[in-house]
């Protein structure tokens, strides 16, 4: 009998915002040198930034670690709203870009949440 183990690409809070992350980049891609450079550069690290987050956590050894950098990825999520928040804003995505992107931002807290009650459930130390 073979024991399974979970994998990052297994957690949901990670599938969302790497396919987010990826997303906001062809998008950023696309624009002018001044936005690209200044709202552009600033909301992908934050984007990217989540799931890097979620990935550095996953491969900590002890709970602390893992949950420490799971709360980091919160506070790239709400760094996150507020630069799509600005896009939006200075008419650099469309209301279907926009909509998108913070319903997917809006996943995530649950998500991650999710990810640190099972991390703190399920390992000893």
Same mark, same amino acid.
């Given at each position: 009998?073979?024991?399974?183990?979970? @994998?990052?690409?297994?957690l =949901?809070a &990670?599938?969302? /915002?790497?396919?987010?992350?990826?997303?906001v980049w *062809?998008?950023?891609? $696309?624009?002018?040198?001044f936005?690209r450079?200044t709202?552009?550069?600033?909301?992908?690290?934050?984007v990217d930034s989540?799931?890097?987050?979620?990935?550095?956590?996953?491969?900590?050894y002890? @709970?602390k670690d893992k949950? =420490?950098? &799971?709360?980091? /990825?919160?506070?790239?999520l709400k760094e996150?709203? *507020?630069?799509?928040? $600005?896009?939006?804003?200075?008419n650099?995505?469309?209301?279907?870009?926009y909509?998108y992107?913070?319903?997917?931002?809006?996943k995530?807290?649950?998500?991650?949440?999710?990810l640190?009650?099972?991390?703190?459930?399920?390992?000893?130390?």
């Amino acid at each position: 009998m073979s024991k399974n183990y979970l @994998k990052l690409g297994d957690l =949901n809070a &990670y599938k969302i /915002s790497l396919s987010l992350s990826n997303y906001v980049w *062809d998008i950023v891609l $696309k624009w002018d040198y001044f936005p690209r450079d200044t709202v552009g550069k600033q909301w992908v690290r934050s984007v990217d930034s989540i799931s890097a987050n979620i990935a550095e956590g996953f491969g900590r050894y002890t @709970k602390k670690d893992k949950v =420490n950098f &799971y709360r980091y /990825s919160f506070g790239s999520l709400k760094e996150s709203q *507020d630069w799509t928040f $600005k896009a939006k804003t200075r008419n650099l995505i469309d209301e279907k870009q926009y909509k998108y992107i913070s319903d997917e931002l809006e996943k995530l807290p649950k998500e991650i949440n999710h990810l640190i009650k099972f991390t703190n459930d399920k390992l000893k130390k």
